[in-house]
């Protein structure tokens, strides 16, 4: 397939705004395109090359795209800069001055997708010394040769700054159009072996069937299974016929894969956090008897010398962390508290019960002190037992309780009606983006402050504004959880897509937990809500904008304030 038929794609998906509209355009790819080519064409659709649990990144800055374009047309890199000044999109700027310079160019070769895909995932493997240059010099080989409009869809995805609207969701719908698919069966598929460019493939090749049989893989993560949230203890217990209690752990949901003396350890977001905590490979080392196995838990960060459970945040330094890996695995140790089991020895455990799937743990783990041991469980007698094992889990500085029913099998991916059910004493909290800023004056100059929040909508996959953000945010550290606007004016700043005056626009990649006291109708935010009093929490690096809530979200919960006491209907 050549890439300028990608790009006269790319050109309808960028006209076309309606979900329905850009589902029915992928599908048609989909279904012409050779089975062998979707696994790229879905990434490049998303506008990348590597699948959403890959380590690799393409790293590609700004600078290095305009010294690319520079030598790519033959021009001073200042020329570019100016371009890119009045266009603010690189890729803009590198079709236009292509355009321009046609005449003294080489007749350029015809490029196709296969080329393109395989060039951009060599530049991301560039490393070591002399890796910038070569780089670059990928880059030029790919632009000297692009016709204008290729070299524009070239940039923005080497830049990771593709911008199609192209939301999981739609490709999922495609799919299930292209081939004539239940969406729930797509779905589920996708739940276990996260790629939709791997499920387009086996949709084509094997249809229904394949979908159906699809394997988890050791080594590739899985959509782990998600509690529903209940309005108390009670209603929790009651939902099931035989429920059992564990802790909710202020920590980071972690699936360990072992096959043979490997290891891989993913987040709930897919990422692989394997280098990050050595530590706790060397105790599953020791502590997992299987030869294979999937085993899920909970990596809780404890304060070394008191032994108590340290907040989440503490646990968030060493899940980014690149360096000195081994001097922070001492200074933040890890408890892994494991309560379930999806995989032993060539076997799937999703047909068996949670109660099946705990006594294959127990046989599976071997509990070793202050490194890795089961989490605390209760099967209550009555309520007076379970609010009594509720109020010692929070003395203990948990986040409340996961209510579990013992008949209950695994289900990827799902929140699912008679399955786990969370218990937290806190108000219902948000998970959001930041999408904007404000660079502050006087004391806090050189700072962002008054932060943009933005919901996502699950139809585009935009995000909409919904609350401006200034409390919670530390100007000082006082303890080594505080997150401080010198912090996170560190970790926006890579993601400043433009800036006017002292107002930002940002990426959104950063996803933080916010707190609120009520929820209005507002005619001023995209999204149509504003969140009243917004409150800083919490950094969310487990999770990625995806898992960001949603407009469907914040419907709910404003629905249900609403029966709870009369609703705003403007700002305050």
Known sequence: MR??????????????????????????????????????????????????????????????????????????????VASYRKTGDLGLSAEQLIAKKRQKRLAARALDVNKVFDTIQKIARQTGAGSQESKTALIVEL????????????????????????????????????????????????????????????????????????????GM?????????????????????????????????????????KFWLYTRRLENVTEAFPDVVETCKKALMAKECIVEGEALAIDPKTKRPQPFQRLSQRIKRKYDIAKVAKEIPVNLHVFDIVYLNGRTLFDKSLEERFNILKKTVKPIADKIEFARRLIPK???????????????????????????????????????????????????????????????????GSLILGIRDPETGKFLECGM???????????????????????????????????????PKIIIEVAYEEIQKSPTYSSGFALRFPRFIRLRPDKGPAEADDLNRIKALFEIQKGKAPAETGEK
Do not use: C
């Not at 550290?477 to 006017?500: C, N």
């Open 3 to 80: 890439y300028s038929e990608l790009v006269d794609i790319y050109e309808k998906l960028e006209a076309t705004s309606s979900k329905l509209g850009k589902t029915g355009i992928i599908a048609d790819v989909l279904k012409a395109a050779p089975a062998e080519l979707l696994p790229k064409l879905v990434m490049l659709f998303y506008g990348t090359v590597f699948p959403p649990w890959s380590e690799e990144k393409i790293g590609v800055a700004d600078k290095m795209m305009i010294r690319a374009v520079a030598k790519a047309v033959g021009m001073k890199e200042s020329e570019v």
């Open 143 to 218: 632009l000297s040769v692009a016709q204008p409009k290729e070299a524009k869809y070239i940039v923005r995805t080497v830049l990771e700054q593709l911008r199609m609207g192209v939301a999981e969701g739609i490709v999922r719908d495609a799919i299930a159009k292209a081939f004539g698919i239940d969406t729930d069966i797509v779905e589920s598929a996708w739940y276990v072996r996260p790629d939709y460019g791997e499920v387009a493939k086996i949709a084509k090749e094997r249809g229904v069937a394949g979908l159906k049989k699809i394997e988890l893989v050791i």
């Open 221 to 261: 993560p899985i959509m782990v299974q998600l509690a529903e949230k209940a309005p108390d203890l009670k209603s929790a217990v009651e939902a099931f016929k035989r429920p059992v209690l564990e802790y909710k752990y202020d920590g980071a949901r972690i699936a360990v894969h072992k096959k043979g003396d």
């Open 382 to 448: 009555d309520l007076k037992e379970a609010e009594a094992f509720y109020k010692k889990a929070l003395s203990e500085g948990q986040e409340g309780l996961i209510v579990k029913n013992l008949d209950a099998l695994y289900t990827p991916g799902r929140r699912v009606a008679g399955g786990w059910l969370k218990v937290k004493p806190v108000m219902e909290t948000l998970d959001l983006a930041i999408i904007g800023a404000t660079w502050g004056t006087g004391k806090r100059a050189g700072w962002l």
């Open 469 to 507: 953000l200034g409390t919670g945010i530390k100007e000082k550290k006082t303890r080594a959880e505080d997150v401080t606007f010198e912090d996170m004016t560190k970790m926006l700043k890579p993601y400043i897509i433009s800036q006017s005056g002292h107002d930002v626009k940002i990426k």
